[in-house]
């Protein structure tokens, strides 16, 4: 039934549940990495027309974001809002169907670095996804919003940097992007207004939609690493044969995503022509990745094999880093990390280098 969840862990709905007594709630969650998933069966049902409430709540404060929430999978209806992130970061709203709330379906609130994906939010009486109050850098694809009221998606004036691609959107009217720098969303192919390559918001700097993502084929599905690629999404990923970087940018495989898993199977190669990053996790001082992990992979003929900037709490191990022209791997202001069972050799500079790193 409804509840709070006060320690971490992985909890299954499976049947229908309603707020009961005087609670117009249902689940609030009030510590980090806990994973919420439901069955076909699970379903969220505000009480018998109250529209009060939360369906789903992530009570975190000023002084202590949550992280690592993971909502997969629910039905939810009749609360205020559907699902409501306060002060949760680096967590993932995925393949929810969150609609008939009196005010919002998806509402985040000075919550940064989430992925709300392919989702379907609809008939909210109010907003179907709203981001507010400092809400930044999240990425939102892949999903379905039609008849929510006011807008599909507003995005306060305070949040920023902001984006997403192949969202089926009803009423391209209907969505607002504020005026912080660089949000952007994108349509797929048959929405109003727009094609495959058809995006709205700021495009400061930018020449085109496929020049910085949006749209194309550079938002890549977890699966399987055919090619140097920029991985913007969590999850699982493997390389099961030698690719070989062109040159073209700073690196051959970049993570810009928490929560990313690389692993190569015997024939996984990533080989370089003496310049550039083999492997690069990219944060920033302000938006540090956590969760990154690389394994077995045999990387080569780089500047630096591998190379985290601004990246916590990951692992890197049984890779074999070898003959690359400056350091094997490298950490710059990233720290809590494993480096365990690798074979460094033949680099010629440094091995192992941390920098600015705990």
């Known amino acids: ?88 970061d680096k967590s993932h709203i995925s393949k929810n169907t969150v609609h008939d709330n009196s005010y919002y379906g998806i509402y985040l609130y000075e919550s940064s670095s989430n992925t ?58 209907k969505v607002h992007l504020g005026t912080g720098l660089g949000n952007y969303i994108g349509v797929k192919e048959g929405d109003q207004c727009g094609d495959s390559k058809t995006c709205y918001g ?3 700097g930018k020449t085109s939609c496929d020049a910085f993502g949006c749209c194309d084929n550079s ?4 699966g399987t690493i055919n090619g140097c690629m920029e991985i913007t999404k969590p999850g699982s990923y493997t390389l099961s044969k030698e690719i ?23 024939e996984g190669k990533i080989k370089g022509s003496r310049y550039d990053i083999g492997i690069y996790a990219e944060g920033s001082s302000s938006n540090h990745l956590e969760g990154i992990e690389i394994t077995g992979c045999d990387i080569s003929g780089f500047e630096y094999g591998i190379d985290f900037y601004c990246a916590d709490k990951s692992h890197i191990s049984k890779n074999t880093v070898h003959d690359n022209s400056y350091y094997g ?28 790193s705990s």
Do not use: Q, W
């Open 329 to 356: 791997i490298y950490l710059y202001e990233s720290s809590s990390n494993t480096i365990t069972a690798n074979t460094v050799t033949g680099n010629s500079d440094r091995g192992i280098l941390l920098s600015y």
């Open 219 to 222: 938002i890549v599905e977890p």
């Open 1 to 88: 039934g409804c509840m709070e969840i006060t320690k971490p862990g992985s909890y299954t709905l499976s049947k229908e549940i309603t707020p009961e007594g005087s609670s117009s709630s249902c689940i609030k969650i009030k510590s980090s990495d806990v994973k919420i998933s439901c069955t076909s069966n699970g379903k969220i049902k505000g009480s018998e027309g109250s529209g009060k409430g939360y369906g789903i709540y992530t009570e975190g404060s000023l002084s202590n974001h949550l992280e690592g929430i993971e909502i997969t999978g629910c039905d939810i209806s009749g609360f205020g809002d559907g699902i409501d992130f306060n002060y949760a």
């Open 202 to 204: 700021d495009m400061t």
């Open 116 to 173: 709300i994906t392919a989702n379907t939010v609809t008939g909210n009486s109010d907003r179907g996804i709203l981001l507010s109050y400092s809400s930044s850098n999240n990425i939102i694809s892949e999903n379905t919003l039609k008849d929510n009221k006011d807008y599909e998606i507003r995005f306060t004036d305070s949040s920023k940097g902001n984006t997403g691609c192949f969202n089926d959107i009803g009423d391209i009217t």
């Open 244 to 266: 070989t970087h062109d040159g073209s940018s700073d690196s051959c495989i970049k993570i810009k995503s928490s929560d990313v898993k690389i692993s190569c199977t015997s």
